[in-house]
């Protein structure tokens, strides 16, 4: 027993040292490792394999919203970062800057691109003329580097994997309209794909995206009771179609500027999977975006029968379309229990002597540690059944979670006892930076959404007649 | 006649300016535009659908072959760089350099990736330790930056995007048949996939990549008879995994040295294609990698029951899996015709109501320009089959013209004339450098790859006995 619990030994407590939990846990499932440079990762096949089942489930998604991929370079002309004001002023700071190429010294300085916007904004001001040009819905999967003092794997790393929509309207309400279709793609895939509930909503001018003219994000509550922003929609109004010429001669005669948006999520769903979901022996993986959804463990391998009903069993499943992995190294059953429950496998599966003669087969589910017979003849169907059943119940679970962490407060003082004890705070908002601020100083918390509805009667800092009530949090 | 000529007329002639002909369908089929930095792209909507195609097909048997994707980081330190003698020697003076990051000069200048095998073999010397860890056999999606003088949209670019394979074995015998066996990954996908003859074979010294011990390389045949690399595999023997502490404690309980290769097709394929099957109207795309492989033209569209039939046929070919596009704008047919036979779609289908009436669909070849009727009812498999006949028919012509193409020589003289006539020649050479250069400044062309069998009596620059016979060519 000793040996079995090996790994679970070299994992920090979960509820006591979190963070530690978190590096732990990706370095030993060998999600990630650190780069040689500070700051950057290494994403290791059984990282990559949750960012392909991402990558496949959203770009489905964007594609049947009517958008089309494209690929834009790396690097930027530091001109064009300074082109929209706010955008400069947010990101400069950032920036990576390539000065040499070629053996040459560069006559202007290149930035490699921390986000899009401006190269992008670039073509599009040569590309479009008329309104029937328009919409223009393009979506790109890059890599982009932004320059981070403290950085965790997954979660703020220099570089990092991403999608970054950008898309072109005639007018304002085509673009609201793309801005908010996009946040609800998003809400769908956390819901339906993460099993990962959000909350979705207008970010302050604080926190808004450096160049929007309004931001709206989604944020999820993580193990500790912290809001991970996990992905966000800007309206950008006509600030970077002004920035760089994008034009269009309306069906009126008359030449307009057009109005954009841009939205993006990251390999930072990642990080947000296994803060969501991980527990205290490892990670716990939604079915939908697990790498491998069932592993089959034999049980007296070397006993008549098994190893090859365990490799029938493994083909059967694959032609289910079950991505199914069948561990017959020579560790002990014990061991591979470990291993496979720390990887997060939503279902194991134990084929041995016994439940051959009975035409079973014994079943675990990685999320409530429930062990169920099934008939071996209807693998397929259990299998799967069993796989959908895990899905929801992970959504459920944190869905309750979220919800029965969401407090209200009337004071400061309220609104710290809410997120030291880990729970998303609703508050009232005058309005103004300065209160902003003081949250954060005093509770070391920040605006994440505007609220769905204004319930509070008085702001939280001052006590002036709110006009907002916004959702509080620690984030990442 | 004269206005539905017009897209033609915009395309440089084929025959006698086939670099201005490659530029205008590039850049008119929106495959691709220049990007602002010089010598970079843009991969436009329609380039892109193409890479990924390109992406699905390879992506597929890699994974068959067992390889597993990951990501490593864009910038590499340039002390890493420098491990490996000759590879610091074919890169540096391509790199493009990071000097300064988050508003900081860096320690140490970082390097945007060339190419990866001196990260990533610096990963594999901290995770592999025993013979048990082998073989590692990943596969990395990256963009990549070789600062180039003279650029062409897809051909040679400072960025673009690429798969690298990288593998590790415990012995020389599994790394080449690693090396060899991806080879034949490349070559088959060329034939079935891009219906691209391809020349395989190794490389002389002087065309090796910079690091390995011996490189394999396709070489396909353009439209003017030059010769384009298509694709590489390297065999590393322990160049790099002894500049990078590749090592592995073997079953005999001695540390070893482990072998590596390396094996990469890039955005590069696009311009093979569209240099391979193009001809005087434009774009000609293979359909199993064409973004649309069937474009449905109404005739007569406001007759009745033709707009309704059109969109009946585009949802039938669609859930029948045919990349179908309806084309409903207001041009006319004949426009239309210019426009989708310029962007290469191998099956163009027109409807009208005199096909209605009876039933039938017209169907135009974009290779043969042929036209056929078919019924109507069996549209699904009757265009499925015409794919198919047009996929195996542009193989068929580009492997003719290659056959045909062919030549031998026994001096420089019938060398020269064999290159200047648009042929791969095969000619002995004695296997020394001076001979190898000898040859590229009296007729402008490189040794391609070694050819299946000697053949050659003796070396075409030299007159010594031959060692070995080489395919010779100009090339992209």
Same mark, same amino acid.
Request: proline residues 4%; aromatic residues 8%; charged residues 25%.
């Given at each position: ?92 700071? +950032? ?123 989604? +944020? ?60 205290? *022996? ?25 190893? +090859?009903?365990? *490799? ?62 099934? +008939? ?81 009667? *008085? ?18």
């Amino acid at each position: 027993m000793a040996k079995d619990n090996q790994f679970v030994s070299q994992i920090a407590d979960i509820e006591t040292d979190f963070p530690q939990w978190y590096s732990d846990v990706v370095l030993k499932t060998k999600l990630v490792d650190y780069g040689p440079v500070k700051g950057t990762m290494v994403i290791r096949p059984y990282g990559y394999a949750i960012w392909e089942n991402i990558q496949k489930e959203l770009d489905r998604r964007f594609k049947e919203t009517g958008h089309e991929n494209a690929y834009f370079p790396l690097l930027i002309p530091m001109s064009f970062m300074t082109k929209e004001a706010e955008h400069v002023e947010g990101f400069a700071p +950032e920036v990576a800057v390539v000065t040499h190429a070629g053996g040459e010294k560069l006559a202007e300085p290149l930035c490699v691109r921390p986000t899009s916007e401006t190269i992008i904004g670039t073509m599009y001001g040569k590309w479009i003329q008329s309104y029937r040009d328009l919409p223009v819905l393009m979506n790109q999967w890059a890599n982009v580097m932004r320059w981070e003092k403290t950085t965790r794997p997954f979660l703020r790393t220099s570089e990092f994997l991403w999608q970054e929509g950008h898309t072109v309207h005639a007018t304002e309400e085509e673009a609201m309209e793309e801005t908010m279709k996009m946040l609800s793609v998003y809400e769908e895939f956390a819901r339906t794909c993460l099993a990962m509930p959000v909350l979705t909503g207008r970010k302050t001018e604080k926190e808004k995206f450096a160049g929007a003219v309004a931001t709206f994000g989604m +944020e999820a509550m993580m193990h500790d009771g912290k809001s991970l922003q996990a992905g966000t929609s800007h309206y950008l109004g006509q600030n970077f179609a002004k920035a760089f010429e994008i034009k269009f001669l309306d069906k009126d005669g008359v030449q307009k500027y057009a109005y954009t948006t841009s939205w993006g999520v990251s390999t930072r769903l990642i990080g947000a999977i296994i803060m969501t979901h991980g527990d205290q *022996r490892g990670l716990v993986l939604p079915p939908v975006v697990a790498p491998v959804q069932a592993v089959i463990v034999p049980i007296a391998a070397k006993k008549e029968g098994v190893a +090859e009903a365990c *490799r029938a069993l493994a083909e059967r499943l694959k032609a289910a379309g079950v991505r199914v992995k069948l561990d017959d190294s020579e560790n002990s059953p014990g061991w591979k229990f470990n291993e496979w429950e720390m990887k997060g496998v939503p279902v194991r599966i134990e084929l041995g002597p016994r439940d051959l003669e009975n035409g079973k087969m014994t079943c675990a589910r990685r999320d409530t540690n429930e062990k169920t017979e099934l +008939e071996l003849a209807n693998a397929e169907q259990g299998v799967r059944d069993l796989l959908a059943q895990v899905q929801t119940s992970l959504y459920e679970r944190a869905k309750a979670r979220m919800d029965s962490r969401m407090k209200d407060a009337e004071t400061l003082d309220e609104l710290l006892d809410g997120v030291n004890g880990g729970n998303f705070v609703r508050a009232g908002w005058c309005g103004c930076r300065a209160c902003e601020d003081k949250v954060k100083e005093f509770a070391q918390a920040t605006a994440r959404v505007f609220a769905a509805e204004d319930t509070a009667q *008085r702001c939280v800092a001052c006590g002036e007649k709110s006009a907002h009530t916004v959702v509080f949090a620690r984030a990442y």
